[in-house]
């Protein structure tokens, strides 16, 4: 008894292998027989696939970097008023837009990426005519600058009269500082009496505000200075070029996936083929 349990034991997993090797069989054997279907729908697929890559409008990118400056800075806070933040909500806008091209013309989809820890912008057109895409990013480029000249100007012009009036202060305060010594040696050479030791101190007193104010006027002549020295207007960094070659539609990409597509749903209907095929009494259901 205990050697018959054991042989069957011992036969039931070939079994369970034959079993499973027929199978495999059976499912290479339905994908030959219906090669053709397969086959077929794989052919289609890469014809379809084929025949929209090449029908839809290829899309190029016309691609620009432009560098906003540091000019615009309000002089009570001393921030900067043109960010790239701010000069991209600009470009940006419609109204904006409209000035620099015609409503009439088809400029296609902006976007606009401020780099990071800079003042620069990226500018990027994407377009069926990259010819076009080139021009109209330069008139928008140059709307943006003649827009921006206005502000540059003024603020170098704040800037100059303001170096201007502190230098003016300096000679005023260096007059005073001046005058204030001279009477003080004269007294120092006279015979002090109480009053003019009072007076004396005054003038000691005067002196040293005026010494305090000439170095806040000469330090703030120094920043100015600094200032005009560093400051930049809004600069061209790359001229707007366009790609060579389309971004949209990869070609290549589109009928690869095609292929795929067609050959899966090639071998998944011929399973669901020969399946009704063997069972024909559901179809009757």
Do not use: C, H
Request: aromatic fraction near 6%.
């Amino acid at each position: 008894m205990d050697s018959d349990n054991s042989n069957n034991t011992s036969t039931t997993p070939s079994r369970e292998y034959y079993d499973d090797e027929i199978d495999l069989r059976d499912l290479i054997l339905v994908l030959w027989n219906y090669r053709k279907l397969v086959l077929g729908i794989f052919l289609v697929s890469l014809i379809i696939g084929t025949v929209i890559s090449f029908a839809i409008t290829p899309v190029y990118q016309v691609k620009a970097k432009i560098s906003v400056g540091n000019y615009a800075i309000d002089p009570d806070s001393g921030k900067q008023l043109m960010t790239p933040e701010t000069a991209r909500e600009i470009l940006l806008s419609s109204d904006f837009q409209k000035e620099a091209w015609s409503s009439e013309i088809n400029a296609g989809a902006l976007d606009i990426t401020p780099i990071e820890n800079t003042n620069i912008l990226q500018l990027t057109l994407e377009t069926s005519e990259p010819q076009q895409g080139v021009v109209l990013l330069n008139e928008l480029i140059a709307q943006f600058e003649e827009k921006t000249e206005e502000q540059y100007e003024r603020s170098i012009d704040l800037l100059n009269n303001d170096l201007q009036n502190t230098e003016r202060e300096l000679q005023e305060i260096n007059k005073s500082i001046a005058q204030t010594r001279e009477l003080l040696e004269k007294i120092s050479n006279a015979e002090l009496s109480s009053t003019s030791a009072i007076y004396q101190a005054g003038l000691l007193d005067t002196l040293s505000r005026f010494l305090g104010q000439r170095d806040k006027l000469s330090e703030r002549k120094l920043q100015n200075e600094q200032k005009l020295n560093n400051i930049e207007g809004m600069e061209v960094l790359e001229r707007p070029e366009a790609s060579t070659s389309p971004v949209r539609p990869n070609k290549k990409m589109n009928i690869v996936v095609a292929g795929v597509l067609g050959l899966m749903v090639g071998v998944f209907g011929t399973f669901i083929v020969d399946y009704f095929r063997r069972n024909p009494l559901i179809l009757k259901k």
